[in-house]
């Protein structure tokens, strides 16, 4: 049964970074893609990184690009997303996605985690 838990989320002032983590399990990570969505209150889930299976290709939404940086380890069976100078409409709750291919399209994943609150301060 394939289990996708994210941690690290907290409270961060504007400005401010903050590492988060999802850690895999129950089938082989290196083989599956991997992607970062987000859902702030009162709004539609939306795509923010992906990563491919092996980490040469990335992908962000507009809004992150140059701020989130999303890397995977795959010894660990864990990826990360790094995230700095956040500002407060990043916050939100962040959830990992594991599929075939990555994608800004939640449909091309198989599985979910359960999120993590991220919440910035103004």
């Known amino acids: 049964q394939v289990q996708l838990v994210e941690s690290g989320g907290g409270l961060v002032q504007t400005g401010g970074s903050l590492r988060i983590s999802c850690a895999a399990s129950?089938?082989?990570?290196?083989?599956?893609?991997m992607g970062w969505f987000r859902q702030a209150p009162g709004k539609e889930r939306e795509f923010v990184a992906a990563?491919?299976?092996?980490?040469?290709?990335?992908y962000y939404t507009a809004s992150v690009k140059g701020r989130f940086t999303i890397s995977r380890d795959n010894a660990k069976n864990t990826v990360y997303l790094q995230m700095n100078n956040l500002q407060p409409e990043d916050t939100a709750v962040y959830y990992c996605?594991?599929?075939?291919?990555?994608?800004?399209?939640?449909?091309?994943?198989?599985?979910w985690g359960q999120g993590t609150q991220v919440t910035v301060s103004s």
């Open positions: 996605l594991q599929g075939d291919h990555p994608s800004d399209s939640t449909d091309e994943y198989d599985y």
């Open positions: 129950g089938r082989t990570f290196s083989s599956y893609a």
């Open positions: 990563i491919s299976w092996s980490g040469g290709s990335t």
